[in-house]
DNA sequence: GTCTATATGTTGATAGAC
DNA sequence: GTCTATCAACATATAGAC
């Protein structure tokens, strides 16, 4: 796990508030400064350019949604249960850093292709957990899915998809959402045991 | 709906394809004027403002997606038809247009309130589009939701989310990831017959 | 690790000729 | 409707003092 300093974290939080309002190209190293109440120059020595302030603002939002999707993942053991508990928690962590998360969707595209690669591997992570809680519920016969692969990229976007609207000054049924999202997953993946037959052996 | 001009369409295509590659912020008249062929001078007789030409950008995705929508709805009756029908072809018109489906839903923040509000105010079709598409099939008892408002949404979601990740120079099935998507709208809304009983009158 | 001051280039937008 | 030339403001990043 990547550690920062005090000094680092009072920029990478203005950064994500910056970022998230102005989009990466519209931010300027002066306001991210400003935020964090030091001079532009004083963010040059804690990150040598604004691209690796971006790449700092995603690799922590990743490393953090992953450790979540994660714990969901080890803390249940029935398919159904911990598929609603990976989708859920995904979903609140989501709503709980919206303007960090929205930055490391949105903005990717804005980093060197060294730092995006990066991240990209980290996705990669994310949805080998999702595929691996998947292929679980398939193998006992409670999920029937067509594409492992597919739906296992849909179910994260059920989580991931609520920053490109939520806003928490609008909107603060953070659980309701949660849960609503819980219930589709299991819609998308349950196997419907069929009427007049008995269930393969 | 809105008309343009041959000379504004020249810049409009040259806007979705700097937009898409730079964000909002990062991209420059310039550029965009280069990218038509045209000084940056020219551009400011058809659109006073950068954020004039977003606008006319992200009005004119939201038009084309909207009459998509629409007339998959329009094409069928039955509930289940129509709703593979309209998840279908929305993600189909997200994929072929992702650069100006992408820059009208991610960049947004830097429209000035009165024109945000004009998009919002199309968004709010989109939903009751697919708000009417999903009661027709719970009237009718194929569809069984607990939560109509949130369900259109998320089936929304499921061709918008599309844009975060599509790129047509890696992956080109488009109509197996159409198809994945309405197979999953229906998972999503479909009543299920329980076992032993008969259905209600 | 922070500051002030500044180098160097770029930006959105305009003036005025054709 | 297009151009060249230009303005005034602002951008990222650095130099050097404390």
Known sequence: ??????????????????FAEQGYGGATTRDIAARAHR????????????????????????????????????????PEDRLR??????SVWH?????SARVSQYELRALSPNH??????????FHRVMRSALQAGVRVGVFDVDDVHRTAHS????????VRWFDPDLESDVAGIARHNADLAVRMVRSIPREHEEPAL
Chains 1, 2 share one sequence.
């Open 39 to 78: 001079s532009a120059a004083a963010l040059y020595v804690h990150y040598p350019t604004k691209e690796d302030l971006l790449f700092a603002v995603c690799e922590r939002a990743h490393e953090q949604a992953l450790e979540c999707l994660q714990a969901a993942y080890d803390s249940r053991t029935d």
């Open 95 to 99: 709503m709980d850093h919206v303007r």
């Open 1 to 18: 796990m990547t550690t920062v300093t005090n000094a680092q974290l009072r920029f990478l939080d203005a950064a994500v508030d910056e």
């Open 116 to 125: 995006r690669a990066q991240i990209l591997s980290h996705r990669r992570e």
């Open 155 to 162: 179910l994260l976007a059920l989580g991931v998809d609520v």
């Open 85 to 90: 508990e990976m989708v859920s928690h995904f």
